[in-house]
């Protein structure tokens, strides 16, 4: 069955950028039923919301991080990525890479990757 | 944004209790309300959508009621496996989780 895995440094450093790959298997990140998002959890607390890509490359992003959030897909390698710059020790969170079902205009989240813990810390 | 209130934040209970858990929005979503339960450790799993559609495979004793502002999940005989933290999200718009509720053991 679809299973999604997340990748990428355990650690960055403030002020640069935070880089994870979402690797989609058992299934097509270019079907059309889907959405895939990035929500992220600080320790010991609740879920937030990143954004969100459809295959074509539409993107659409939580207006609190807009303006440092870039998320694209690479449909031949089935993957897509989060990319947050100007980080702070606030971003230092679980990431964890969803997909969301095709049913409505916006999004809930039936499939979730383990999620990988990024410390930015210099 | 639309804010997500979640009652209790903890809740203490025994095994085969009947557990209600309450998430408020701060304007009207439809039903358009998941709810999604995670242990220690683990990725959130959905329970819920559209306020009370039953995801497959997730057990009949979760129920999710409300419209509105107003939604409720409940657990009709609470069992070891479902001490956890719960989570409600609106999509009526760009999603907003609400801020858990733990279940804990009595």
């Known amino acids: 069955q679809l299973q999604l895995q997340e990748s990428g440094p355990g650690l960055v450093k403030p002020s640069e950028t935070l880089s994870l790959t979402c690797t989609v298997s058992g299934g097509s990140i270019s079907s059309s039923s889907y959405y895939w998002g990035w929500i992220r959890q600080p320790p010991g607390k609740g879920l937030e919301w990143v954004g969100t890509i459809y295959y074509s490359g539409s993107t659409y992003y939580n207006p609190s991080l807009k303006s440092r959030v870039t998320i694209s897909v690479d449909t031949s390698k089935n993957q897509f990525s989060l990319k947050l710059s100007s980080v702070t020790a606030a971003d230092t969170a679980v990431y964890y890479c969803a997909r969301s079902t095709v049913t409505t205009r916006y999004w809930y989240f039936d499939l979730w990757g383990r999620g990988t813990l990024v410390t930015v810390s210099s | 944004d639309i804010q997500m209130t979640q009652s209790p934040s903890t809740l203490s209970a025994s095994v085969g209790d009947r557990v209600t858990i309450t998430c408020r929005a701060s304007q009207s979503i439809s039903s358009w309300l998941a709810w999604y339960q995670q242990k220690p450790g683990k990725a959130p799993k959905l329970l819920i959508y559209?306020?009370?559609s039953l995801e497959s495979g997730v057990p009949s004793r979760f129920s999710g009621s409300g419209s509105g502002t107003e939604f409720t999940l409940t657990i009709s005989s609470l069992q070891p496996d479902d001490f956890a933290t719960y989570y409600c999200q609106q999509y009526n718009s760009y999603p907003e989780f609400g801020q858990g509720t733990k279940v804990e053991i009595k």
């Open positions: 559209k306020a009370s």
